[in-house]
């Protein structure tokens, strides 16, 4: 019974990865809720090689909470974050990535809006043009799988949040 359900999961993973390789939402809603062994306050987002390919790539997922997280693999540093910039409501997976910089040293990344340009630190989630603050999730690789937790992890970073109810706003 243990073999069984055990070649179940591998293969509801290795298909549904390459559902995900396709950025199928549908795909990746049905992984979210179906994955056995997300850590408690996590869901399942993928297995790690979905998310492997170049640095900077980003990936628009739809999560339990019907709210959009873009996962970035930057300088093979994974990071989440809530997929909606606060001003439009553009989906900032459109953007790209930077480095933040200071007097020539690196201190992080952060995303850069593909709209007007407002950029997010990938750590904080604070904004780098306004006051306006995204949600930051912790992420999780355990045994290449990835989870991303259903909480943000920036919490205690003040400023305004705007979700856009969770979807894409058309004004892009
Ligand atoms: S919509 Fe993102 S900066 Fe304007």
């Not at 869901?43 to 390919?53: I, L, Q, R």
């Not at 201190?107 to 750590?123: N, Q």
Request: proline residues 5%.
């Amino acid at each position: 019974m243990l073999a069984t359900a055990y070649r179940l999961t591998i293969f509801r993973q290795s298909s549904l990865a390459s559902k995900l390789t396709q950025n199928s939402f549908k795909s990746l809603r049905f992984m979210a809720s179906a994955h056995p062994t997300a850590p408690e306050g996590y869901f399942f987002a993928g297995p790690m090689s979905a998310f492997s390919h170049e640095t900077q790539e980003i990936f628009p997922i739809d999560t339990p909470l019907n709210k959009r997280i873009a996962i970035v693999n930057r300088k093979k540093k994974l990071s989440a974050v809530v997929n909606i910039c606060p001003h439009q409501g553009v989906g900032l997976h459109k953007g790209e990535c930077v480095d933040i910089e200071d007097m020539g040293i690196t201190w992080g990344s952060a995303i850069v809006c593909a709209s007007h340009g407002w950029s997010f630190d990938l750590e904080t989630g604070a904004c780098g043009n306004t006051r306006f603050v995204i949600d930051v999730h912790d992420i999780k690789v355990v045994e290449d799988n990835v989870y991303v937790s259903l909480k943000p992890k920036n919490g205690n970073i003040q400023g305004p949040r705007r979700d856009f109810g969770g979807k894409e706003s058309d004004l892009n």
